[in-house]
């Protein structure tokens, strides 16, 4: 379905409960849950609630779904704006909006996702028939990388809300991490069974299949994209398809789906979701040895978007710290965002760390993201690095070995299979030359594939044959 927010006037769609003195602007806040009940393009729901908020500029509920819809789509910045929007207007509203619109400006608006899952664990005591804070506390445990609290949370929603599909969707999300990968498929399965098979569904399936190496279901779910896309997987998951042929070496391929899905977010109007984009491929092309493709991606990112943590980050790797070291000016007062202050800021002061040679500072650097370091791999590789440069390659065995032991957590990550060169290396370094070579063997079976001119793929092939002498 793709019907304009107008087309949708004709339909009997029932008015939703929310707090505005417009008929008609209740009517296009009606139309606009209606679309995404049934799973309509984003810009024909966001059309929707800007048509809401034309209609009555003090509808805070319909600025609320603005940010829910900007956020969903990868637009942090503007996102957050609606939040505030929504907030400074809620003084007259009933006071279960004031609670939904408080809980997600604490969590998407201020980012601070300690206060958001606190936000809605009040809203789910006061309101518990309403699915609405379940739904999001799972999935800012799932941003925290906290997978047992997630599981938790998500296992008590499906048993309270067993018709809700996002509730399940997020569950399978929470298994996947922690590789219950049959388990992540049934919710998934349960997720289409009560709700839409939708791109998201068709993303686990796709990713279970890469972290458990099924050819045939890998082959299966890339079919489905490559027969059901439609241009909308752009609003959520950029940059997946380019990830996974990443992992696998095959870099010619991966360079061309990131620019298939850059061109995507360029031509829907998605300038974050497209300069992320850029920054994962300047990930992949940095860790795969080819620095200069790395810059030249970066040099694309509009200004606007160059005050990342990983922008930041990929440029100190590069060589060039003044990104990292504007970041951290920029961020040097107290902040309520959890992942700034716990994980972003630690890990460029990590980074700036190790390229000024001083892996015992980025090791204590980190000590600060150690709550929320599963939540991917960026935490545990650099940490890995840190205390092999540190001269301590037992403790950095440690940190490869979290993250080949929990490829759920990312399956489409360049990070996870150069983890078993960090253990290869590591292994070396402690003189166990079988178990080094062992690590090399698994990278080259994992990349049995992969193009075979890559600078990385070449040092490897050296590092394995001297060990061979």
Request: proline letters at 4%; aromatic letters at 8%.
């Amino acid at each position: 379905m793709n019907e304009s927010a107008e087309s949708v006037q004709s339909y009997e769609v029932p008015l939703r409960v929310a707090t505005t003195p417009s008929l008609e602007a209740l009517r296009a806040y009606s139309i606009g849950k209606y679309l995404q009940s049934q799973g309509s393009s984003r810009s024909d729901i966001i059309a929707a609630y800007q048509r809401a908020v034309e209609l009555d500029p003090q509808f805070a509920m319909a600025y609320r779904e603005l940010a829910v819809e900007n956020v969903n789509s990868g637009q942090n910045t503007v996102g957050a704006e609606y939040y505030k929007k929504a907030l400074d207007l809620s003084d007259h509203i009933s006071a279960y909006e004031q609670l939904v619109i408080r809980a997600g400006y604490y969590a998407y608006g201020q980012h601070d996702l300690i206060a958001g899952i606190k936000a809605n664990q009040v809203l789910a005591s006061a309101y518990p028939q309403d699915v609405v804070a379940t739904v999001n506390i799972t999935d800012e445990y799932l941003k925290l990388g906290q997978y047992g609290p997630a599981i938790a949370t998500g296992e008590r929603g499906v048993k309270q809300f067993p018709t809700n599909a996002l509730m399940y969707e997020n569950l399978a999300e929470a298994y996947k991490g922690v590789n219950r990968f049959e388990d992540c498929k049934r919710a998934t399965l349960m997720a289409a069974r009560v709700g839409r098979g939708d791109t998201g569904l068709h993303l686990n399936l796709f990713e279970i299949a890469l972290a458990e190496d099924d050819e045939d279901s890998l082959t299966r779910e890339t079919k489905w994209f490559e027969t059901h896309e439609d241009g909308t997987s752009v609003w959520y998951f950029p940059s997946f398809r380019g990830g996974a042929a990443a992992v696998q070496g095959r870099y010619r391929q991966a360079r061309d789906l990131f620019q298939a899905a850059y061109q995507n977010a360029e031509r829907v109007k998605l300038p974050e979701t497209a300069d992320k984009i850029l920054t994962d491929e300047a990930l992949v092309e940095l860790k795969l040895g080819l620095p200069e493709a790395s810059r030249m991606a970066l040099d694309r990112i509009h200004p606007a978007d160059s005050g990342t943590a990983d922008y930041a980050q990929l440029r100190a790797e590069l060589g060039d710290p003044s990104a990292a070291q504007a970041f951290l000016a920029a961020h040097s007062s107290p902040s309520p965002d959890t992942l700034l202050t716990y994980v972003d800021l630690p890990r460029i002061r990590a980074v700036l760390a190790l390229e000024h040679g001083k892996p015992l500072d980025a090791i204590s650097a980190l000590e600060l993201a150690r709550p929320y370091e599963m939540r991917d791999y960026n935490i545990l590789s650099l940490r890995g690095q840190a205390f092999l440069r540190a001269g301590q390659p037992g403790r950095a065995i440690d940190e490869y070995k979290k993250i080949l032991g929990n490829r759920g957590i990312d399956p489409t990550s360049v990070l996870y299979p150069l983890a078993y060169l960090g253990m290869a290396r590591s292994y070396a370094v402690l003189g166990n030359m079988s178990a080094s070579r062992g690590q090399y063997e698994a990278f080259l079976t994992a990349w049995k594939n992969a193009d075979r001119d890559l600078p990385v793929l070449k040092d490897v092939n050296t590092e394995l044959g001297k060990l061979r002498i």
